[in-house]
T-cell receptor, first 115, second 112 residues
C-alpha cells in the first residue's frame, strides 16, 4: 500500500546534539511534502514544506529538510537541538497525481531532548 | 485572531450520546478537513469538503456526519458514541487541494 514511513519512532538526544529524522514515501509522480510539529498538548504546526524548486528547504526554528527524489525521501534536520524542541514530528505527503489530493501522515517521531 | 478554531476543546461524554464539534476558519480557504488522531498519535483524514461539497470520505462509520453550512464552517456530528471514538479531532483548512493545510487546536473527545 502507498504510505509515508518514519523509521524512528522515538529519538532521545541531549541539547546541542544534531538531529536527523527520516521520512520516506511510496507514491510515484509529483508530491508536495511537509513536516509538522506537535508540541505536548498542542495542535499541529507547519515546520516547513516543499512544493518545487531548491530541494533543500529551510523552515522555522532552525529546521531544514532535503528532498531527494531518487530516494523518495524528505529527511528533517537541525544542527543543534534545544530542550524546547521536545515534541512529536510528523512527515506528510500530498500525492498530486491522484483524483483526490489528500494529506497523508507518517506515524510520527517522538523527540525528547534532555537538558 | 485564530485562523482555524474549533469548539469544544475538551469533551467528556457517555457511550451512546450524540455530540457535535464545530469548526470555523477565517482564512478564506475553499477546502476544509476533519482529521482524527488516535491514542498512538496516528493522524488520519476523515473527511474533506471543497466549497461545501464532500470530496473525501475515508471509510468513516456513518455515525459520523460532517456538515458544511458554508465554506468557512465544517461541523462534525457523531451519533451513538462508542468508546473507540475517544481521540483528538482536528479541523483543518487549505486554499485548495494540494496546498498547505492549517490545523485547528484540536478537540479532545473522551467517551466513558
Amino acid at each position: 500500500a502507498q504510505s509515508v514511513s518514519q523509521h524512528n519512532h522515538h529519538v532521545i538526544l541531549s541539547e546541542a546534539a544534531s538531529l536527523e529524522l527520516g521520512c520516506n514515501y511510496s507514491y510515484g509522480g509529483t508530491v508536495n511534502l511537509f513536516w509538522y510539529v506537535q508540541y505536548p498538548g498542542q495542535h499541529l504546526q507547519l515546520l516547513l514544506k516543499y512544493f518545487s524548486g531548491d530541494p533543500l528547504v529551510k523552515g522555522i526554528k532552525g529546521f531544514e529538510a532535503e528532498f531527494i527524489k531518487s530516494k523518495f525521501s524528505f529527511n528533517l534536520r537541525k544542527p543543534s537541538v534545544q530542550w524546547s524542541d521536545t515534541a512529536e514530528y510528523f512527515c506528510a505527503v500530498i500525492p498530486l497525481n491522484t483524483g483526490f489530493q489528500k494529506l497523508v501522515f507518517g506515524t510520527g517521531t517522538r523527540l525528547l531532548v534532555s537538558p | 485572531d485564530t485562523a482555524v478554531s474549533q469548539t469544544p476543546k475538551y469533551l467528556v461524554t457517555q457511550m451512546g450520546n450524540d455530540k457535535s464539534i464545530k469548526c470555523e476558519q477565517n482564512l478564506g480557504h475553499d477546502t476544509m478537513y476533519w482529521y482524527k488522531q488516535d491514542s498512538k498519535k496516528f493522524l488520519k483524514i476523515m473527511f474533506s469538503y471543497n466549497n461545501k461539497e464532500l470530496i473525501i470520505n475515508e471509510t468513516v462509520p456513518n455515525r459520523f456526519s460532517p456538515k458544511s453550512p458554508d465554506k468557512a464552517h465544517l461541523n462534525l456530528h457523531i451519533n451513538s458514541l462508542e468508546l473507540g471514538d475517544s481521540a483528538v479531532y482536528f479541523c483543518a483548512s487549505s486554499q485548495d487541494q494540494g496546498d498547505t493545510i492549517y490545523f485547528g487546536e484540536g478537540s479532545w473527545l473522551t467517551v466513558v
